[in-house]
C-alpha cells in the first residue's frame, strides 16, 4: 500500500466516531441538503447503484431511502463501515471494503455511482475517475 494511501486510511479509521460531525461543522449543514439532492438524482438511475467512500453510510442510506433497488457501499475503512452497520436494515445495503482506485467490480454494472466526500481524499483522481467511469453504465449517473 502507498505511503499516502497507507495514512488516508489510518485517519479515517480513527475519526470513525466523529466523521459525520466533522462533515457537519465542516460544510456547515450543507452535506444533509446535497445528500438529500444526490438521493433523488439517483432515483432516476437504474440500479445497482454505487456509494464510494461511504464512510458510515450516511449517503447510502439516504440513496435507499429514494431508490430501494440493489445498492453497494464502499470504503477504504472496514472500521467505518463496521460502526455504520448499524443504519443498515434488511441487508438492504452491501458493504465492500474496498479502494475507489482500484474498483472490484466488472465494466458498466452501476446506472448511478455516488461519492460525496472522497475524491478529495483520493490520492490518484485521474485513475479513480478512470474507475468510476469504467464500471459506470452508459447514459449512468456520476455525482460528486
Aim: glycine fraction near 6%; aromatic fraction near 14%; include cysteine.
Amino acid at each position: 500500500m502507498k505511503k499516502d494511501k497507507k495514512f488516508i486510511k489510518e485517519k479515517f479509521d480513527k475519526i470513525v466516531r466523529k466523521y459525520d460531525l466533522v462533515n457537519l461543522i465542516g460544510s456547515l449543514g450543507q452535506d444533509k441538503l446535497w445528500r438529500r439532492k444526490v438521493a433523488e438524482i439517483l432515483k432516476a438511475s437504474k440500479p445497482p447503484i454505487l456509494d464510494l467512500c461511504c464512510g458510515p453510510y450516511t449517503l447510502s442510506v439516504e440513496i435507499f431511502k429514494e431508490n430501494s433497488g440493489h445498492l453497494f457501499a464502499l470504503d477504504f475503512s472496514f472500521p467505518m463501515l463496521y460502526y455504520g452497520k448499524k443504519r443498515i436494515l434488511n441487508n438492504s445495503i452491501y458493504p465492500v471494503c474496498g479502494d475507489a482506485e482500484v474498483l472490484p467490480f466488472k465494466d458498466n454494472t452501476f446506472g448511478g455511482i455516488s461519492i460525496a466526500f472522497g475524491l478529495r481524499n483520493l490520492p490518484n483522481k485521474e485513475k479513480a475517475l478512470e474507475e468510476f467511469y469504467r464500471v459506470l453504465k452508459l447514459r449512468g449517473y456520476l455525482l460528486f
